[in-house]
């Protein structure tokens, strides 16, 4: 099962090492981890996507939240929040096929970043997890020459 860890730390070298350092030593893979400065520029804001067990989770969490430069840190399940990842796709364009394309990603909010001397695309999509695996999916009849993918940013929303 996907969990999203979302903590925030002190903004001193090492602390992401240390902290990625930290699922890799006790075995767990990481499906993604992002980082970025706050508004506070001290504190950096980590978001992890991680699989394991629900038990296995609470674990992990505890055990990140005892460790130095850890300001705060929490799972993201059962809790308000904003979550986006970026999906960049180079997808074949025939001629013949480009209005049909185009009308997609005009009805699927996704921008057309280029278009390539090869006959490809480029398009962008933002949203949700699941967003970015249905148009994924949906782009496949056309022929995926290149994907790259981030993993999700999160915020928990203002209440």
């Not at 950096?44 to 991680?50: A, C, G, M, R, S």
């Not at 993993?151 to 209440?159: A, R």
Request: charged share 30%; hydrophobic share 35%; glycine share 8%.
């Amino acid at each position: 099962m996907e969990h999203i860890i979302v903590a925030k730390v002190e903004n001193k070298p090492g602390v992401v090492s240390r902290i990625s350092g930290f699922f890799t030593r006790r075995g767990y893979n990481l499906e993604s981890f992002t980082t970025s400065t706050t508004e506070t520029p001290e504190i950096y804001h980590l978001t992890f996507k991680v699989k394991c067990e629900p038990d296995d989770i609470t674990l992990l969490v505890n055990q990140l939240g005892r460790l130095e430069d850890v300001i705060e840190v929490y799972e993201t399940s059962g809790i308000s929040t904003v979550t986006r990842e970026i999906m960049i796709i180079k997808i074949k364009c025939p001629p013949e096929k480009n209005i049909e394309i185009v009308q997609i990603c005009q009805m699927l909010d996704i921008k057309i970043l280029g278009r390539g001397d090869d006959g490809s695309v480029t398009i962008e999509v933002v949203g949700s997890g699941q967003k970015l695996d249905d148009i994924k999916k949906q782009l496949e009849v056309y022929g995926i020459k290149k994907i790259v993918r981030s993993g999700p940013i999160c915020v928990d929303k203002m209440t």
